[in-house]
């Protein structure tokens, strides 16, 4: 049972049915009985949030995001949607500080003058100054990705290394013999982007286990990119006939760059990868992928930092999930290799 089924039940919103729970705003004595009267008849609980505000705190969390100068993908802007959707249906606000190099001042201010209850920090790195930064502090925060020591903190994040070995597998079972694993930014990865490193690691278990020919190469997030890296691989590795990717941002170049070598994709290369789900149907062909569920993670990020903003003590939790791959449009058996191509 939730605040959404008593609004319902009541006859009201769901933020009134908040103010009469947290007395953050005035409701009418007639309201309140209304709601109470259903809150007793459902044996309702209030969540962690009514005793959160109650308590005095200030009713925001942060949402820590990567620099305000790179553009976000689809994925990471499904994150920042879903944590701020999730928030307002408990009636907390959201404050945004982009992180790394010169944004560190945000975050530092953030996490220095206590302007949050917690913080949800998005693009763990195995090793993170800003997880050391919030551990020292007390802050209650809550991580999408993890670190090199997982149990030392609650998050949620993508199996990104199964889902890669998935997407390689699927390639192999459609017989093909030469892939390439398209990851994210070189910059990314030597910073120790953990699904970069996840990626790779998945891909190389695939590949071995199935006696294939890989190669592993950096793309930066965006479609001039996407198509800079598959000319290269095309003309360093002219036998190759398929890709697994995480880096959704850069497919649309990837195709580009094989219609104008005159390779059709499914027919002449697959492209399996993961992907947020609206990105991968939208894209023509659709994407062969992985769809990420971030409005649930991102759901379940807001409700694990309610959690530990209102007791400190509570155990970390983690949430790793490892989607189904949806096949759509573009992934098909390997043609054979033809040398003059």
Not at 112 to 141: A, K, Q, Y
Request: aromatic residues 4%.
């Amino acid at each position: 049972m939730n605040i959404g089924e008593i609004a319902r039940r009541s006859g009201v919103s769901r933020s009134t049915v908040s103010y009469a729970l947290s007395g953050k705003r005035p409701v009418s004595e007639e309201t309140r009985r209304r709601i109470q009267g259903v809150i007793d008849e459902l044996g309702y609980r209030p969540n962690a949030v009514a005793k959160a505000l109650k308590e005095g705190k200030t009713h925001t969390i942060g949402l820590v995001i990567p620099p305000a100068g790179r553009r976000l993908t689809d994925m990471q802007l499904g994150f920042v949607a879903s944590v701020v959707d999730a928030a307002a249906r408990a009636d907390l606000d959201v404050l945004l500080s982009p992180s790394g190099g010169e944004h560190d001042r945000s975050f530092e201010r953030v996490v220095g003058s206590r302007r949050v209850d917690g913080v949800v920090v998005m693009e763990i790195r195995l090793e993170d100054d800003r997880v050391t930064r919030l551990r020292e502090t007390g802050l209650p925060f809550v991580g999408i990705g993890r670190t090199a020591r997982p149990e030392e903190m609650s998050w949620v994040d993508i199996d990104y290394e199964t889902l890669i070995s998935r997407c390689v597998h699927h390639l192999a079972d459609l017989g093909h013999r030469r892939i390439a694993l398209v990851n994210r930014s070189a910059e990314l990865v030597a910073a120790g982007y953990g699904p970069g490193h996840r990626a790779q690691a998945g891909f190389a278990r695939a590949i071995a286990e199935r006696d294939l020919e890989g190669v592993q190469t950096c793309c930066a997030d965006d479609a001039q990119s996407g198509m800079s890296c598959v000319e290269r691989l095309l003309t360093e590795h002219p036998d190759l006939t398929a890709v697994a990717t995480i880096n959704e941002a850069a497919i649309p170049g990837m195709y580009h760059a094989l219609a104008q070598a005159g390779l059709a994709v499914p027919r002449d290369f697959s492209i399996a990868g993961v992907a947020a789900q609206d990105w991968a149907e939208n894209l023509h062909p659709p994407l062969t992928a992985a769809d990420v569920p971030a409005d649930e993670l991102g759901a379940q990020a807001v409700e694990m930092l309610i959690q530990r903003i209102t007791d400190p003590a509570t155990p970390h939790r983690h949430v790793l999930v490892a989607p189904p791959i949806s096949l759509r449009g573009t992934t098909a058996p390997a043609r054979p290799h033809d040398p003059l191509r």
